[in-house]
């Protein structure tokens, strides 16, 4: 294993209130990072260490840290329980130089 960078183009659904959406990244059930998204589609990264990666497959997974509820959904024109989105996830070797771009 190696540390990685992982790379999203993603976006926040808009909030009510205006609140920017926290991401945490998890990789197989680990801690690994947290990314910070906007309404404005961007591209964010988080590295993540070679210390929480296993041999073979590992499971990444996203937690927002809020969701829309369908009324708040509605009212705002996004589909129901509205978190994120993202366009584009890449996973690259840091020193690579996709990792750096």
């Known amino acids: 294993p190696v540390d990685r960078r992982l790379l999203l183009h993603a976006a926040a659904a808009s909030h009510p209130d ?19 998204l906007t309404p ?7 590295v993540i260490p070679a210390t929480l990666w296993s041999e073979g497959l590992n499971e990444v997974r996203f937690r927002p840290e809020w969701l829309l509820s369908r009324e708040e959904a509605w009212d705002a024109g996004q589909p129901a329980y509205a978190a994120w989105r993202a366009g584009e996830v890449v996973l690259v070797a840091v020193g690579r130089p996709e990792a750096d771009r």
């Not at 205006?18 to 910070?36: F, K, N, S, W, Y």
């Open 18 to 36: 205006g609140m920017a959406q926290g991401i945490t990244v998890e990789v197989d059930g680990r801690p690994a990072g947290r990314l910070v």
């Open 40 to 46: 404005v589609s961007r591209r964010v990264g988080v």
